[in-house]
């Protein structure tokens, strides 16, 4: 009488996922009488259950390996990079563009394109500081000709596991460029003006008010 075949054979529930995600293994053996698995990546990431449930948590992917034995002769599968584990992006940044404009500018901002990204969602605050228009990982603020101050922009990217970390807040400087012709006619003098660099301010102002100056090299 011939000895029954030893064959490893296996299937899994599923095989990718977004981290962290669950495993069910399933033996479909032909002879077998012991188990001996490996699952690098996985937790645990071995057993001798002929059917165990592992769970995957960090991205990457990862072989599968089933030993199984009779007794007397002993046999093995591997199914290489076989479970595929997917995460969020990674957080998104720096923002390059101009952190000084000024109102009714057009200004265009980028950060480099994320692995694994889907979409983008670029934030400005506040709101009325500009319109924005994105396209993935570029976006061209519109600044309102009615608004200036300091605004924050941010990113991040998402893909079919969620949203990654958002990038560090990028400051951008918004200037009334009219400042200095309004102000003129009511609280101070500049001369000469225009200057080649070297000028006077004079105040006319008879309030105890603190003012603050800020000059603008265009």
Not at 124 to 140: D, R, S
């Amino acid at each position: 009488m011939l000895p029954s075949p030893l064959v490893a054979s296996f299937t899994a529930d599923v095989t990718e996922g977004c981290a962290e995600f669950q495993v069910q293994f399933t033996d479909q053996s032909v002879g077998a009488s012991s188990w001996n698995w490996t699952f690098p990546g996985g937790i645990p990431d071995c057993s001798a259950e002929q059917n165990p449930v592992v769970t995957y948590g960090l991205k990457g992917d990862y072989d599968v390996t089933l030993e199984i034995s009779d007794g007397t002769n002993t046999t093995t599968l591997t199914y290489e990079n076989y479970i595929h584990v997917m995460d969020v992006p990674d957080q998104a940044g720096p923002i390059i563009g101009d952190t000084l404009v000024a109102m009714g500018d057009i200004t265009d901002y980028y950060i480099d394109a994320l692995a694994n990204c889907l979409e983008y969602h670029w934030e400005l605050t506040p709101q009325e500081a500009g319109v924005m228009t994105a396209n993935m990982n570029n976006v061209t603020i519109s600044w309102s000709e009615d608004w200036y101050g300091f605004a924050i922009l941010k990113v991040c990217g998402q893909n079919e596991c969620g949203p990654g970390l958002y990038s560090e807040d990028f400051v951008i400087h918004v200037f009334d460029p009219d400042g200095i012709q309004k102000l003129n006619e009511s609280l101070f003098n500049i001369f000469p003006n225009p200057s080649k660099g070297r000028f006077a301010i004079e105040f006319s102002s008879t309030e105890n008010t603190k003012y603050q100056l800020t000059i603008v090299n265009l």
